[in-house]
């Protein structure tokens, strides 16, 4: 069993920058590979990021790539995400994640079994 937990949300203007932390406990962080999602109101569940578990692979959704940035610290079992240039768009409330099920890295929410309750990110324009 692994235990997240987000923080880092808050209100931004746009053009700012915010760093969402994902702390892990529980099962060793490192076996894992591990992603960033969202969700805005009224919208499905979105990927962003995501890592494998040594920190060599990364791959982002085209809305975030250049902008955002994914990393592990294995050491520490943290997990980050850091967001530059934010626009109104990126508001939502953002997830951290986790897979046992596979050693790859991957997009689709529905591989991971392991979820933080969340962090809202709100960019005013």
């Known amino acids: 069993q692994v235990q997240l937990v987000e923080s880092g949300g808050g209100l931004v203007q746009a053009g700012g920058s915010l760093r969402l932390s994902c702390a892990a406990s529980?099962?060793?962080?490192?076996?894992?590979?591990m992603g960033w999602f969202r969700q805005a109101p009224g919208k499905e569940r979105e990927f962003v990021a995501t890592?494998?578990?040594?920190?060599?692979?990364?791959y982002y959704a085209d809305s975030v790539k250049g902008r955002f940035t994914i990393s592990r610290d294995n050491a520490k079992n943290t997990l980050y995400l850091q967001m530059n240039s934010l626009k109104p768009e990126d508001t939502a409330v953002y997830y951290c994640a986790a897979t046992s099920r596979t050693f790859r890295t991957s997009s689709n929410p529905a591989n991971y079994n392991y979820w933080g309750q969340g962090t809202q990110v709100t960019v005013s324009s």
């Open positions: 890592i494998g578990w040594n920190g060599g692979s990364t």
């Open positions: 529980g099962r060793t962080f490192s076996d894992y590979p």
